[in-house]
């Protein structure tokens, strides 16, 4: 996968302009607030449609302008392609090769990227809700099917919980239960597997990723935690019949709480770096190895699902790294089209090759 071209009309503060990256390393550098994340929240739009910083498209329309317009020239599955997202304060319009599109999920399997983000630091530090959005994002991504699967789950597990508060004021509702579980926990078990296959093969990767960055001084593992005792081997079968009993038995403290005790949606990941859970243990630059780890890691995975490399989308990532791990990001990452944006001048001295665009009140040179 590699961006040929890339034109912005009124995003945010990019007026007008079109960029025309290599196919290696791109550089992105500028002051604060020029636009250098912009650019990239550009980009990222083409996987789904959804921005990695807001949930309303709405902001994404430059101030005082009716509309903005993103237009892209990829190639992908072996053939020059092009999509574009108008955005409007009364909708949006999305063409991929000329065709007008239903919605934002036609882009999925289309057009494939990674993206790191300061926010995503918090994959570590914060609560396991983080850490499931991300490999639900990237197994989304993988598949279409997945995002459908993980959307059916999620509206099913609202109408579970609205249906566990309704059986405290009704107990004859509670026969009907046992249907909302059949189906809830048949999603669940597939949702678990497909995250746990997922991690397993990243898990290989993120350790030699780790490696490389913290030049073979630091070891990296992943572990699922699963809220009903599924195991790595578990069949899909029997994750459902696992996640199934588990409903059983936690149906009287639900009908307390009014809410699904365990399943998927309350399995967490374990990132540990040599032995310890980086929540507690992991300083700074560790945390972001990390992150930046399994970034390469989800990229790796999804070349070999999508049998070519996605684009990597790297905002602000060589801040709080030591010279030795930057080089590494420069200048190891090959095969993949790479964006990285900064803010240091040196950083443009660092790269051996590549593009560097120089990003000054929303305008690049
Ligand atoms: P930093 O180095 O601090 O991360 P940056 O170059 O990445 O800076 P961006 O996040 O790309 O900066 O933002 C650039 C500017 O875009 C900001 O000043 C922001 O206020 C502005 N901006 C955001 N949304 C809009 C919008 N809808 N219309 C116009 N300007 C906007
Ligand atoms: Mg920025």
Redesign the pocket.
Known sequence: MRVESIRYQNYRNLADFTLTPCEGVNIIYGN?AQG??NILEGLWLFCGGHSFRTQSYRELIQFDKSFAKLECVFYGQERRQTAELTMETGGRVIKVNGVEQKTSSALIEKFCAVVFSPENLSLIKRGPSERRSFIDSAICREKLRNALTLQKYNRLLKQRNALLKEIVRNERLKETLSLWDEQLTTLGAEIVRRRMDFIKMMTERAVVYHKGISRGSEELRLRYVSSFGAEENDDVRTLKEKFLEKCRQSLQTEMLTGSTAAGAHRDDIEIIINGKNSRFFASQGQQRSAVLSLKLAEASVLRERMGENPVILF??VLSELDNDRQDYLLNELRDCQVFI?CCEKSNKEQLNEGKIFYVSEGNVE
Do not use: A, F, S, Y
């Open positions: 604060n250098k994340t905002d602000d944006t």
